[in-house]
């Protein structure tokens, strides 16, 4: 297809700022596990000063540089 996944900004925007827990039918019988999910995103975010100043001390490359990496090299 000779695309790159850079030719995509706008998609790969939208990947890197989306936050997805999860999409499917649930069982009724869910709520349990659901509310402990709740209870983990909230505590998370009240925490989110502390998970941001670590998140910056990372050396974080979004998945898809890997990619492109790989291939640049099997591609010469």
Request: charged share 25%.
């Amino acid at each position: 297809y000779g695309r790159r996944i850079e030719d995509f900004p706008v998609s790969l925007g939208v990947i890197e700022e989306t936050l997805t827990i999860q999409r499917w039918h649930l069982n009724p019988e869910s709520e349990p596990v659901l509310s402990l999910c709740a209870d983990a995103v909230e505590k998370v975010w009240g925490h989110l000063d502390r998970v941001v100043a670590h998140y910056g001390d990372l050396d974080y490359r979004p998945p898809w540089h890997k990619v492109t990496e790989t291939a640049e090299v099997s591609h010469g």
